[in-house]
């Protein structure tokens, strides 16, 4: 029994000893946590200068400053171990990292696909924030570029979520990339219509509607000869917002109408040609005799 009372002594007295050995590291380790809170916040606060100096996206510049902390926090965990573990060499915490990272990034692969892909149209800058753009089914404002997600704002009052990956390799149409945006309107005219006078009239028309743009000039095309017809095509240039092209559309059309309609101008309607026959003399497209019916 002595024996092992001897045994247990033994074994508390190593486990003290072992303990006093690594209480300097251990505290010297808990100080490096504190210190680090403050080293991350100043690294948030010289990031932001950084920031504001050299970044004008703000998302872009709110990922620098996460990024500053993040990393300082990193830096200071692994100090700390190190100093607290003596037997744990630097190798062997970027062995473990290492290795972490690889299951981790197969585990969430979407994520930092992602993530990587936020980054890279927050650098390019294919868009801003309140741009309309058209992504595959999806039209609308740019509200915001987040690092995971791009949110749009429809026309309709909805908001849609794309995932950065699928914006980043997706065809994007920027609708508002420039300062004006030009709208084609189709017009008709009857075929006995004076072409030159129809052209004077519309081009006269379109220039004098509010909203279009005096340069580029407008354009009048004739584009073809349609079943009841003659196509023509009214180009113009107007400001690029969505609402604004609307807007002018509605009053063009209405001040062409207008128009036509005072220099006796027909804007003509699809004609079809209808044919009736005696069924009881035709059956299946073949003609039957009435002698043969009596």
Known sequence: MSQI????????????????KIFPAIVTALIIIM???YAAQFARRIAEKIAHR???S????????????????????????IIAFPGLSLGDIIATLGLGSVAVGFAFQDIFKN????????????????????????????EQI????????????????????????????????????????????????SLPEAKS?????????EGVLNKPDAEIDIVGFGDSSIDLVVRYWTKP???????VQTTAMMAIKQALDAANIGIPYPIRTVYHFDQERYSDNKRVDRADLD
């Open 5 to 20: 009372l001897d045994t247990i002594f033994k074994s508390l007295q190593d486990l003290l000893g072992s303990a006093v």
């Open 35 to 37: 210190l680090t809170r």
């Open 54 to 56: 050299t970044l004008k």
């Open 58 to 81: 703000k998302s872009l510049q709110s990922l620098l400053k996460k990024a500053a902390n993040i990393s300082t926090w990193i830096l200071g965990i692994v100090l700390a171990c």
């Open 115 to 142: 993530f990587l892909s936020g980054i890279l149209i927050l650098i390019q800058r294919p868009f801003r924030i309140d741009d309309q753009i058209v992504i595959g089914d999806y039209e609308g404002t740019i």
């Open 146 to 193: 987040d690092i995971r997600t791009t949110k749009i704002r429809t026309y309709t009052g909805e908001r849609i979520l794309m995932p950065n990956s699928e914006v980043f390799t997706s065809a994007v149409r920027v609708r508002t990339a420039y300062s004006k945006r030009r709208t084609d309107l189709a017009v008709g005219v009857d075929y006995n219509t």
């Open 201 to 209: 009239i519309l081009l006269e028309t379109i220039k004098s509607v």
């Open 241 to 247: 917002r969505q609402q604004q092209v609307r807007t």
